[in-house]
């Protein structure tokens, strides 16, 4: 039984090395917020920090992840970059139907917490790989230079 340290709390989860972290999660631990997209690490709806860095879970299993600290959008608010990644989001009506949010908010934080002021380049590189079938980009870019102009959430 691999042991994970999710979200700041050591957990032994009964599942094999090879499943991926996303069933992991969510249907052992019973976090939800983690949404599954795709499969194939292609829409970013199932991602999670590993270590601070955005990683689809979907396709990273469990084994890749022991010893390291996962954190899933469940506790991103912990971090002051994540609370005011959320905070942009709800001002700003972000969400439309809400199934990519959680990828789109992870993928948002990891990037201001690895970039504090970025560029529209940024912004872009960074969230490429989260799809928003609602089409809500624009406010996703709002928010997200929100974020990185407020000091505290």
Same mark, same amino acid.
């Given at each position: 039984m691999p042991s994970l340290t999710l979200n700041g709390k050591l957990q032994q989860l009964d599942v094999s090395d090879d499943t991926p +972290?996303?069933?992991a999660v969510r249907d052992v631990?019973? +976090?939800? %917020?983690?949404?599954?997209? $795709?499969g194939i690490a292609m829409c970013g709806?199932?991602?999670v920090h590993v270590d601070?860095? =955005?990683v689809r879970a979907c396709v990273? =299993?469990?084994a890749a992840v @022991?010893?390291?600290?996962?954190?899933?959008?469940?506790?991103?608010?912990?971090?002051p970059v994540g609370r005011k990644v959320q905070a942009a989001w709800r001002e700003l009506?972000? @969400?439309? $139907? %809400?199934?990519?949010?959680? %990828?789109q908010v992870m993928s948002a934080t990891a990037l201001l917490e690895a970039n504090p002021q970025p560029s529209d380049a940024d912004i872009d590189a960074a969230m490429s790989g989260n799809i928003c079938r609602c089409g809500t980009y624009g406010r996703i870019r709002a928010a997200i230079k929100l974020a990185a102009r407020r000091k505290e959430a």
């Amino acid at each position: 039984m691999p042991s994970l340290t999710l979200n700041g709390k050591l957990q032994q989860l009964d599942v094999s090395d090879d499943t991926p +972290l996303l069933w992991a999660v969510r249907d052992v631990a019973g +976090l939800t %917020g983690t949404k599954f997209g $795709c499969g194939i690490a292609m829409c970013g709806a199932c991602t999670v920090h590993v270590d601070g860095q =955005p990683v689809r879970a979907c396709v990273t =299993p469990v084994a890749a992840v @022991v010893g390291k600290r996962v954190t899933t959008i469940e506790a991103i608010g912990q971090s002051p970059v994540g609370r005011k990644v959320q905070a942009a989001w709800r001002e700003l009506d972000v @969400v439309q $139907c %809400g199934y990519c949010q959680s %990828g789109q908010v992870m993928s948002a934080t990891a990037l201001l917490e690895a970039n504090p002021q970025p560029s529209d380049a940024d912004i872009d590189a960074a969230m490429s790989g989260n799809i928003c079938r609602c089409g809500t980009y624009g406010r996703i870019r709002a928010a997200i230079k929100l974020a990185a102009r407020r000091k505290e959430a």
